[in-house]
């Protein structure tokens, strides 16, 4: 089946804010990545994050390991049962590998799925006792997070765009239809530009120029801070975190971004 690593970052930037986390903060945690922040944590090919402090917990994408996901969820201090809503980006295994074990800890949940998954696995879910949301349109999930529904004309996708006291979070499992393309549809969704793009990038493909000219674009459309990671590449990474600079975020699993209300972002873990 499904194999994968998993990563664990913990992310922590300049403390500018408050240190208490407010009622009001939305909280980004990566469970699951191949790039990790914090030693004690299992990595792996794949992506997943768990987003706290809205209306519904919401678990993005599920890495490729569930025993990996269910273990680094028990060392960060967070219960499964306390997920309302899971997102899968799209069908690739590095995403959905890890939710039967995750299911089989806690089925009572909402599974937002791009209505494209083929039937066999809605079924499986389904059987489970967990209910399937199929997204093809732009569709909200809870107060502050939307699904972008389904974008590309290849691998089918969906992101997803939380919003925050400090903007528009943009959260992406590969970016299949194109960072660029899946940060201009969230701007259209919200009206704002993006103050975070966070995820998969998809640009290990790509040369240094095509890369380049990806970071200019996502600049010319506003985004104004950057955690690429998973399929991103090490490249690509490079290269953003040179024209971001103290705006590009290092992340992995294990990584903790806190959107404070007071217009701060602080950032728990280390590694870039
Ligand atoms: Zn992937
Ligand atoms: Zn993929």
């Known amino acids: 089946m499904l194999r994968i690593g998993w990563i664990v970052v913990v ?10 986390v407010s009622a009001d903060d939305v909280q980004i945690t990566v469970l699951y990545d191949n790039y990790v922040t914090d030693a004690r944590l299992e990595t792996g090919w794949g992506f ?12 993005f994408d599920v890495g490729g390991n569930g025993a990996a996901l269910r273990g680094n969820m028990e060392k960060l201090g967070h219960d499964p049962g306390t997920v309302d809503a899971v997102v899968l980006s799209h ?21 937002y799925l791009p209505r494209s998954f083929p039937d066999g696995i809605k079924g499986d879910i389904r059987k489970t006792g967990a209910r399937v949301e199929e997204v093809a349109e732009p569709t909200q999930i809870c107060d502050g997070a939307h699904s972008t529904g389904e974008m590309g004309a290849g691998v089918v996708e969906q992101a997803l765009v939380v919003e925050t006291s400090l903007g528009p979070v943009v959260i992406t499992g590969c970016a299949h239809p194109g960072i660029v393309a899946i940060v201009r549809e969230a701007k259209r969704m919200t009206g704002s530009d993006v103050y975070l793009a966070l995820g998969g990038f998809h640009l290990t493909w790509m040369n240094t120029r095509q890369i380049t000219d990806i970071a200019r674009q996502l600049m010319e459309e506003g985004v104004k801070k950057v955690a690429p990671c998973h399929c991103t590449g090490d490249r690509a990474r490079g290269i953003f975190a040179r024209m971001y600079m103290d705006r590009y975020i290092g992340i992995g699993a294990g990584s903790k971004l806190i959107m404070n209300h007071g217009a701060s972002m602080r950032k728990t873990g280390k590694g870039r």
Not at 48 to 59: A, D, E, H, P, V
Not at 95 to 104: R, T
């Open 91 to 111: 069908g690739h295994y590095d995403h959905i590998g890890g939710l039967p074990v995750f299911l089989s800890l806690h089925s009572d949940v909402e599974i």
């Open 11 to 20: 992310i922590l930037m300049c403390c500018t804010g408050a240190s208490a």
């Open 48 to 59: 997943s994050c768990l987003i706290t402090g809205l209306q519904k917990t919401i678990l």
